[in-house]
Nanobody, 123 residues
Framework: LQLVESGGGLVQPGGSLRLSCVSSGSTLGDYGIGWFRQAPGKEREAVSCISSSGGSTNYADSVKGRFTISRDNAKSTVNLQMNSLTPEDTAVYYC?????????????????WGQGTLVTVSS
C-alpha cells in the first residue's frame, strides 16, 4: 500500500482546504485511516481518524466542528475537509493507514505513512 496526500497550500485565516489521501497497491477499505499533523518545532499529533468502513470517525478537540473526515473506498480516497482555518493549523499533514491481518496463528499490524502535504494558514 502506498499513500499520496494532496490539497495542501497557502490559505488565509478563516479559509478552507480539502486534503486528499489516495492509495495505490492495495485495498484501502482494509485499513483504518488517520490524519496527523506536525507543526514546526512540535511533535506529530493526531487530527482525525476514520474506520475502514467509514462508519466511525473521531476528531481532536482542537479541530472538532471545523474538520470533517470522509472516505470513498471505491475510489481509494480519504478526504479531510478543513474549514475556519487558523494559523495554529499550520503544519505538514500526514495520512496514516493501519490494518491488522491474521497470518497463520498470529496477527500482524500493517502501517503505512504518506509523505505529507504542507498547509500554511497566514494572511
Amino acid at each position: 500500500l502506498q499513500l499520496v496526500e494532496s490539497g495542501g497550500g497557502l490559505v488565509q485565516p478563516g479559509g478552507s482546504l480539502r486534503l486528499s489521501c489516495v492509495s495505490s497497491g492495495s485495498t484501502l477499505g482494509d485499513y483504518g485511516i488517520g490524519w496527523f499533523r506536525q507543526a514546526p518545532g512540535k511533535e506529530r499529533e493526531a487530527v482525525s481518524c476514520i474506520s475502514s468502513s467509514g462508519g466511525s470517525t473521531n476528531y481532536a478537540d482542537s479541530v472538532k466542528g471545523r474538520f470533517t473526515i470522509s472516505r470513498d473506498n471505491a475510489k481509494s480516497t480519504v478526504n479531510l475537509q478543513m474549514n475556519s482555518l487558523t494559523p495554529e493549523d499550520t503544519a505538514v499533514y500526514y495520512c496514516n493507514a493501519v490494518a491488522v491481518i491474521m497470518v497463520a496463528l498470529t496477527f500482524r499490524r500493517l502501517e503505512v505513512w504518506g509523505q505529507g502535504t504542507l498547509v500554511t494558514v497566514s494572511s
